[in-house]
């Protein structure tokens, strides 16, 4: 209790993450927010500005990929 001192020892569960091991899921995020993000930018100008059915919003999902393919080729080095 009072004056007890904790292991020095680091335990096997303490060791650091290996190196890229949220690699996948940083890939799958980048999609996935780009082409949401553009895809809704792009239903505010079809609903708001241009009155289409949904050009825009696909439009703004492919380049939302796009982005998100080329944020991880920069990032991840793939």
């Given at each position: 209790?009072?004056?007890?001192?904790p292991p020095s020892e680091p335990?096997?569960?303490d060791a650091p993450p290996p190196?890229?091991?949220?690699a996948g899921y940083t890939a799958i995020s980048y999609l996935i927010g780009g082409m949401v993000?553009?895809?809704g930018i792009g239903w505010l100008v079809d609903h708001y500005w241009l009155g289409t059915k949904g050009i825009a919003?696909?439009?703004g999902?492919?380049?939302g990929g796009a982005a998100?393919?080329?944020l991880i080729a920069r990032r991840l080095g793939a």
């Amino acid at each position: 209790m009072a004056g007890q001192q904790p292991p020095s020892e680091p335990h096997e569960d303490d060791a650091p993450p290996p190196p890229n091991s949220g690699a996948g899921y940083t890939a799958i995020s980048y999609l996935i927010g780009g082409m949401v993000v553009w895809g809704g930018i792009g239903w505010l100008v079809d609903h708001y500005w241009l009155g289409t059915k949904g050009i825009a919003m696909g439009i703004g999902a492919v380049i939302g990929g796009a982005a998100g393919v080329y944020l991880i080729a920069r990032r991840l080095g793939a």
